[in-house]
């Protein structure tokens, strides 16, 4: 079964670093994409941006570029998500997803990491 | 990047009515459109790829058309299993993007 599965809730204070995580497992993790969308309450979905394990092809949204770092280690089929600085506006929640190579669709998904930033 | 509309925002709809929601591209994207299925406290679940495509396992009653700069997500015969949120996407270009979403609840 292909699966997702991502680290638990994070509750930071303003100007912290954070690095989340998402394992994938069930099939040839350098052979997708993996994404990541964010998520604020009650709002809805927003595309940041993809990587590509097997070489570490990275694409951004530039709503995201330079705000956060997708990164990736396929020796443990993990992706991430980093933040040098958290503000208070990086609360939500973040889904990671898998994306095939020739289609840009997001199959399946991970169950969510909850990031709350506050002092 | 392109921009979507997708409306209605909010529709309201009984148990057996037909539903349709619309996603409207600024640009055209040929058929490099998704749709998702998201409830409340879950993640979002791929319905329909390449417009029209249905994902293995999503029940017939869901259908995906359009191509170029309109689309639709049509629901015939609305369960109680189908109330809940429905995005589209398109995958024609980067930034890839998510429509604003259509929230289906019970009338």
């Known amino acids: 079964e292909v699966q997702l599965v991502q680290s638990g809730a994070e509750v930071k204070k303003p100007g912290e670093s954070l690095k989340i995580s998402c394992k994938g497992s069930?099939?040839?993790?350098?052979?997708?994409?993996i994404g990541w969308v964010r998520q604020m309450p009650g709002k809805g979905l927003e595309w940041m941006g993809i990587?590509?394990?097997?070489?570490?092809?990275?694409r951004y949204s530039p709503s995201f570029q330079g705000q956060v770092t997708i990164s990736a280690d396929k020796s443990i089929s993990t992706a991430y998500l980093q933040w040098s600085s958290l503000k208070a506006s990086d609360t939500a929640m973040y889904y990671c997803?898998?994306?095939?190579?020739?289609?840009?669709?997001?199959?399946?998904w991970g169950q969510g990491t909850l990031v709350t930033v506050s002092s | 990047v392109i921009w979507m509309t997708q409306s209605p925002s909010l529709l309201s709809a009984s148990t057996g009515d037909r539903v349709i929601i619309s996603c409207r591209m600024s640009?055209?994207?040929?058929?490099?459109l998704a749709w998702y299925q998201q409830k409340p406290g879950k993640a979002p679940e791929l319905l329909i790829y390449?417009?029209?495509t249905l994902q293995s396992g999503v029940p017939s009653r869901f259908s995906g058309s359009g191509s170029g700069t309109d689309f639709t997500l049509t629901i015939s015969c609305l369960q109680s299993e189908d109330f809940a949120t429905y995005y589209c996407?398109?995958?024609?270009?980067?930034?890839?993007?998510f429509g604003q979403g259509t929230k289906l609840e019970i009338k």
């Open positions: 069930g099939y040839s993790f350098t052979s997708y994409w």
């Open positions: 640009q055209g994207i040929s058929s490099y």
């Open positions: 990587i590509y394990p097997g070489d570490s092809d990275t």
């Open positions: 996407q398109q995958y024609y270009s980067f930034p890839y993007t």
């Open positions: 997803a898998r994306q095939g190579v020739r289609n840009g669709w997001f199959d399946p």
């Open positions: 390449a417009a029209s």
